[in-house]
């Protein structure tokens, strides 16, 4: 006699922000799927729509509030989570009808919250999911986050205020899920957090063991068995402490990419003290090219804010002069903006918005130029490629290991039909434009 299953509740979810807040999406996902529960992926078949906010500055907050009032529009179930969480009451003033607001990686109270809004029926068939957990990337590649929190206080930034102090997770918890999600078809793991520098300063660095062999909760130690497990290890948001120095020798023996993803925001003393950031930006010209001499190949991006208080106009040339020495391989900026909570809303000398759309313009005229002569030296060269995508027309899409998928740049293929996503392959390249490669595979 067959068994009739009983049809779970869908979920559907709305996921903004930066990658960390991917990833407390999946965490979610999966919690929710092990426990029955189905996807949805639009609004009309979900019976509750999670919306995981980002409140990192009033734009992202407006942007949170319209994907808020599309899900009550468009469904009407609606529990938020995520950094907007902090703002509960003039959440549920803005939107009555909301069910639950919990704030960020807040596991438990909403998967607490779906329990109460969509109960599920009892079936011991529905309780499924891959031992690698869900995921909202492709398959080849994953984020894979290794602390919550942040033990700065720039005074640009209320992620401490919304996320908490930093707190990091066991370094064999941590390879335990990279080794799962390897073995799941996982290519690339991309290392993130908010201060990947400070891996570990909260619990003392303590070692764990892992595979019969004690492993410290250190940024150093963690890179180097994440790159024995096969894939490539891209590290993000990297604060430029003394022994981020140790890295780059693993960058060099081919452990993990030669990629550094560090956060300088501004290079004059006077404005990162504003910031309240360290302000040793010659020290740190002078390690980028030592970290050049070691790993010649090394891609370093970072971002700056343009037009923060108090900037002047001598503040910004010596910016412009120190990217035009430091060559970084990708740029992005962002003009000053005040965020609800920020200690830097109440600097004097805000600069005006003209002047901040021109300086924007001119870093970013600089940066592209300084990119355009990068890519251009690497005309002539074979790189490694993952392939992001394959087209019918016999093209593909992928990025070398300088280009982390959605911010950086990517290779663009030619006679590539017979590849799949998630390969890495050798690529010849041909030309180059600001941003993108272009070539062909040499197999």
């Known amino acids: 006699m067959a068994t009739t299953l009983p049809s779970p509740p869908k979920i559907g979810m709305v996921s903004l922000g930066c990658p960390k807040n991917l990833v407390d999406s999946e965490r979610i996902l999966t919690k929710l799927r092990s426990d029955g529960y189905a996807m949805s992926p639009d609004y009309a078949g979900a019976d509750v ?18 994907a808020i009032g599309e899900a009550i529009a468009e469904n009407g179930r609606v529990i938020v989570t995520g950094c907007m969480g902090k703002e509960a009451e003039m959440i549920r003033a803005k939107f009555p009808g909301i069910l639950a607001v919990t704030g960020a990686h807040q596991y438990e109270e909403v998967v607490g919250a779906v329990h109460t809004a969509a109960p599920m029926p009892p079936s011991a068939f529905l309780n499924l999911v891959p031992e690698s957990g869900l995921k909202l990337t492709p398959r080849h590649y994953s984020y894979l986050k290794i602390s919550e929190g942040c033990n700065h206080r720039c005074a640009f930034c209320i992620i401490p205020s919304l996320r908490g102090d930093l707190v990091s997770r066991r370094p064999d ?9 390897i073995e799941a078809g996982t290519r690339e793991l991309l290392v993130i957090s908010q201060d990947t ?10 070692p764990r063991m892992w595979h019969g062999a004690e492993v410290r909760a250190h940024m150093t130690d963690l890179s180097r068995e994440l790159g024995k497990l096969g894939a490539w290890v891209r590290l993000h948001y990297v604060y430029p402490y003394p022994h981020v120095d140790q890295v780059i020798p693993l960058m060099a023996e081919g452990l993990i990419l030669p990629y550094l993803d560090i956060p300088f925001q501004h290079a004059s003393r006077n404005v990162l003290k504003l910031m ?34 108090g900037e002047t106009e001598d503040d910004f040339a010596y910016l412009m002069d120190w990217l035009e020495e430091a060559q970084l391989d990708r740029v992005g900026a962002f003009r000053f903006e005040p965020v609800e909570g920020a200690a830097a ?6 600069v005006p918005e003209e002047i901040k759309e021109e300086r924007y313009a001119r870093l970013m005229e600089l940066t592209a130029r300084i990119s355009a002569d990068k890519l251009q030296a690497k005309v002539g060269r074979t790189l490694d490629v ?11 899409t992928g990025r070398s290991k300088a280009d982390a998928p ?10 590539a039909g017979h ?24 197999v």
């Open 49 to 66: 729509v999670l919306v995981n906010t980002c409140g990192f500055l009033d734009s992202a907050k407006e942007e949170s509030l319209e």
């Open 173 to 181: 918890a941590i390879l335990r899920e990279a080794e799962k999600l």
């Open 197 to 206: 520098s400070a891996y570990g300063v909260d619990i003392r660095h303590q």
């Open 276 to 309: 309240k950031r360290p302000a040793n930006e010659t020290k740190v010209l002078e390690r980028i090219k030592t970290w050049r001499t070691i790993a010649p190949d090394i891609a370093i991006r970072s971002t700056f804010v343009v037009g923060f208080p």
């Open 345 to 350: 809303n109440d600097l004097p000398n805000h």
């Open 386 to 396: 993952i392939i992001d995508a394959v087209d019918d027309e016999g093209g593909a």
């Open 406 to 415: 959605e911010i950086d740049g990517e290779v663009f293929l030619r006679d």
């Open 419 to 442: 590849l799949s996503v998630g390969d890495i392959v050798a690529v010849a390249i041909e030309d180059a434009d600001e941003h993108d490669l272009y070539g062909v595979p040499t």
